[in-house]
């Protein structure tokens, strides 16, 4: 069998960096009714939500670009934010709530973001916007030594002990649209049924995880609208959101990056996500 990457995200950050590198204007995909709509046009509508979930190749320095315009334009427009971390663990929140509050240096912060992640360039300028302006940071994510586990080994692998704490039910319930997108992801990467199975499980921890993180948090805070910044293998509708509508009505929109091959206008359904992003990220400003 062969090693199996447990972030979707990983995986297909090999493969490229996102629509930064396509030449022309910046374009913005309504899924739903396939019109191109303006940046001020997909920020009104989603000022009207509780969640923003924006996916992102994790190397791309232009995925990483557009989220921060998301989060400047709508903390610009009075919108009570708070920022949901895939990179974070849920047990390093004290680091972040620091962060946010100008309490620890950069220093001594860069080897608590290194334990739970890479790649600081890419998303330094986001923490940078949420430490200026105060805007709270959420660590989402479970202990990364768990999906690993259950990536290789499975769900049943896991001891009472390490399943405390994870939301019950997590099971790979994978749909027929859910193993489509993979597949097409993962160029088929999965011949073998135990190998998916087993990654679709440690999806399915992450997600689950992720989105009852966010549930907590909203129901702590009504009024805050949180932008989730994850893989858009957690962040397309089958990811996270479906595991967040499964227990609730909240009001969320998903923005995805196009990804040549992989995540493109030509077959993306609203099924999967309400904006794409087409063109040079930019040129995608305000």
């Not at 998303?123 to 916007?129: E, G, L, N, Q, S």
């Not at 999965?190 to 993180?213: I, L, R």
Request: with cysteine; hydrophobic share 40%.
């Amino acid at each position: 069998m062969k090693k199996i990457c447990v972030g979707l995200l990983l995986v297909l950050a090999v493969g490229g960096t996102g629509w930064a590198d396509q030449k022309g204007p910046a374009r913005i995909l309504q899924v739903e009714d396939g019109k191109s709509v303006t940046f001020e046009q997909m920020i009104d509508d989603l000022k009207t939500v509780r969640l923003v979930f924006i996916g992102e190749l994790h190397d791309s320095d232009a995925d990483h670009q557009a989220q921060l315009q998301v989060i400047r334009a709508l903390e610009s427009a009075g919108v009570p934010l708070a920022i949901g971390l895939e990179m974070f663990r849920k047990d390093d929140q004290r680091a972040l709530d620091r962060w946010v509050a100008g309490e620890i240096r950069e220093t001594a912060f860069l080897k608590i973001f290194h334990e739970n992640w890479g790649m600081w360039p890419q998303y330094r300028a986001i923490f940078d916007y949420a430490r200026e302006n105060r805007i709270p940071m959420i660590g989402l994510n479970v202990s990364r030594e768990i999906p690993a586990q259950v990536a290789h080994k499975g769900f049943s692998s896991l001891s009472s002990q390490q399943r405390k704490g994870l939301p019950a039910g997590l099971t790979c319930n994978a749909s027929p649209a859910y193993r489509k997108f993979i597949r097409r992801a993962l160029k088929g990467h999965f011949h073998e049924k135990a190998s998916f199975t087993h990654f679709c499980e440690a999806q399915m921890v992450w997600d689950g995880v992720m989105a009852q993180s966010l549930e907590d948090y909203l129901a702590t805070h009504p009024g805050t609208t949180i932008v989730v910044l994850t893989g858009v293998g957690h962040a397309w509708k089958y990811g996270i959101p479906e595991k967040v509508r499964e227990k609730s009505s909240v009001s969320l929109r998903v923005v995805l990056p196009e990804i040549p091959g992989r995540i493109e206008a030509s077959d993306v359904t609203a099924a999967e996500t309400d904006y794409l992003l087409l063109g040079r990220h930019d040129e995608l400003r305000r």
